[in-house]
């Protein structure tokens, strides 16, 4: 069994799946614009405090979009069945799961990182700090998608899980929300945030080693 | 020596054995803290900046630790639970949640008390209040999760899986947490240690952490006891108890 | 004495400390406590009720 073949397909369907509901893809994109641009009328427009407030605002609203729709990325294979048949396939549950968190994200955070642009002008970031924040967004909201998908994961045969995901989900996420918007302060400051992009980094790193083991885990309680 | 360990992973034998336990630990649990408050509040000297105030420490350093002493705990038993397939090994994890749940609670309330009088707020985003609330936070969340399975066997395994990943956070968190408090301190530095504490002082800090232990393993006790015997119900062993 | 309860000025804040910790710690043990009799109690019930 080629795994890399395997991977290709589960990977593909996962997106034509994705595109065939694209609706449903656009939810957590418009959650993001919208969050992050309610800010400004409950506070107050005024540059100097938005400036304070943008990098911390962006990487808010960035987590709780990425937190839905979570429960959409095991839920359906769970439900049809599909879920078992890709625990009993010789290809390591783990390697699958991490192949499915990689297409949630191109389907869900990748377009949020693109859209950045789009909420940080208004926010009051300056054009020179766009790339810097891009840079900080894409591994940012990978690790999202990777620690969502462990909740999805624990959660997935709970009929009515609720806010029980994001509950779960949030206090673990708080060091990425921690180091994402330092550097999205810096970039702001204009300096190249070298140091939050390493901890980004490194988080990316565990959650994309470790994950995937935990999410298989996880899965297969249900599956029993 | 692993025939005792194996011994005591099984229910019968665990019921049996902590009901000879509880009441030393219950005596001990109620003499230490007599002594320990007896200590911090009778006995140490006042503090030459804070007063009498610093007495606060005698109930919230205690707490602070045992909250992460007890999730600790928490972790390696849902650990050895989903690792050895130990039923008992779950039930001790839940007993305990609460416990350290409760801790932290005390942590964070102490915590924002003794913050009132010494720097103005009832609510000080200092490193280690804002751990412990992230600390509460996991505590609900595994208690929440093992809560919501109808199948006791998903929820002890699925709340496994969410401690052992919040174990792995933890040190993550709290690092993350004290960089964050250094960017945004203020002139004013918060801190809930005294740096160079006199032996005075100290020996009742140390007192009281040991009778927070104890009352840990305590109430901990009586909680694996009760759920032992709810979760074996229908097991011939329960039928012969005194 | 009076002077211990005062606690140099900071009696509220001490006490309330000391009390709100006492408190949740008590009532955690009394449940605890109480659900291990009643656990035993209810097993007990149940052997009577076959005999």
Known sequence: MNMNATAGKLLRRDLVLAWRRWGDALNPLMFFVMVALVFPLA?????????????????VAALLSSLIGLSALFGPDFEDGSLEQQALSPVPLSYTAFVRVVGHWLVTGLPLVLLTPVIAIPLGFTAESLPALLALLAPGTLYFSFLGAIGAA?????????????????????PVLIFG????QLALLGDWPAGPLYMLGF????????????????LRISLD | MWTWFHKLASPPHFYRIGGKLLPWFGVLTLLLMAWGLYGGLVLAPMDYQQKDAFRIIYVHGPSAWMSMFTY????????????????????????????GAVFTFCALVTGSIWGKPMWGT??????????????????LGYMALAGAFDDRKQGDRASAILAIVGVVNIPIIHYSVEWWNTLHQG???TKFDTPSISWEMLWPLLVMALAFKLYLFTVATWRVRAEILQREQRSAWTRDLK | MSEFFAMGGYAAYVWSAFGITAFTMIVLAVLARRADRRALDRIRRREENRK
């Open chain 1, 203 to 218: 988080m990316l790193m565990l959650a994309a080693s470790l994950g995937p083991l935990a999410i298989a885990g996880a």
């Open chain 1, 181 to 184: 918007a330092r550097g999205a």
């Open chain 2, 72 to 99: 600790m705990m928490m972790a390696v038993a849902a650990g050895i639970g989903l690792i050895w397939r130990m039923k008992l090994a779950h039930v001790v994890a839940h007993a305990v949640a609460p416990i």
């Open chain 1, 43 to 59: 506070v107050t427009p005024e540059a100097d405090f938005m400036r304070k407030l943008a990098p911390g605002i962006l990487w």
């Open chain 2, 122 to 139: 009832w609510w000080v985003w200092d490193a280690r209040l804002t751990s412990e609330l992230l600390l509460l936070f996991l505590y």
């Open chain 1, 154 to 174: 624990l959660t997935v045969s709970l009929r009515s899980s609720g806010l029980l995901l994001p509950v779960l989900i949030l206090p673990l996420a708080t």
């Open chain 2, 187 to 189: 002139p004013t530095v």
